[in-house]
C-alpha cells in the first residue's frame, strides 16, 4: 500500500509559480508512474502531467504544456509539479498519483492505482 501526500498549495496571482510536492510511502516509489491530476469546482477530474519510474519520459495536458514541469527524485520519493506562469483557470485542487503499470499509449488514460488527498491552488486573476 502506497501513501500518497501532497503539499506546497495556495494562493498566488496570475503570473506566478508554485511548486507541488508529493512524498510517496510504503512501497517501491522506483517501481511506479507518477502523475498529477486536477479538479477545479464542478469540473471533473482531469490529466495534467505523468512521468516514467526513471524520469526519462514525461507527458502534459496541453493546456499545462511549456508551463508546469514534473520531475521525481527516487532518493527522496518524491514527486514534483513546477508550475510557472500560472492563470486562473489553473485553479483546482491537484491529486498526486501512483501507477504501478507502464504509461499508456495515451498518457491521459495511464492507470493509477494510488492517490492523495490533493492540495488546493488557488489563482487570483
Known amino acids: 500500500q502506497v501513501q500518497l501526500v501532497e503539499s506546497g498549495g495556495g494562493l498566488v496571482q496570475a503570473g506566478g509559480s508554485l511548486r507541488l510536492s508529493c512524498a510517496a510511502s510504503?512501497?517501491?516509489?522506483?517501481?511506479?508512474?507518477m502523475g498529477w491530476f486536477r479538479q477545479a469546482p464542478g469540473k471533473e477530474r482531469e490529466f495534467v502531467a505523468v512521468?516514467?519510474?526513471?524520469?526519462?519520459?514525461?507527458y502534459y495536458a496541453d493546456s499545462v504544456k511549456g508551463r508546469f514541469t514534473i520531475s521525481r527524485d527516487n532518493a527522496k520519493n518524491t514527486v514534483y509539479l513546477q508550475m510557472n506562469s500560472l492563470e486562473p483557470e489553473d485553479t483546482a485542487v491537484y491529486y498526486c498519483?501512483?501507477?504501478?503499470?507502464?504509461?499508456?499509449?495515451?498518457?491521459?488514460?495511464?492507470?493509477?492505482?494510488?492517490w492523495g488527498k490533493g492540495t488546493l491552488v488557488t489563482v487570483s486573476s
Open positions: 498519483a501512483a501507477g504501478g503499470g507502464r504509461i499508456a499509449t495515451d498518457p491521459t488514460l495511464t492507470a493509477m492505482d494510488y
Open positions: 510504503g512501497g517501491t516509489f522506483r517501481s511506479y508512474c
Open positions: 512521468i516514467s519510474w526513471s524520469g526519462a519520459s514525461t
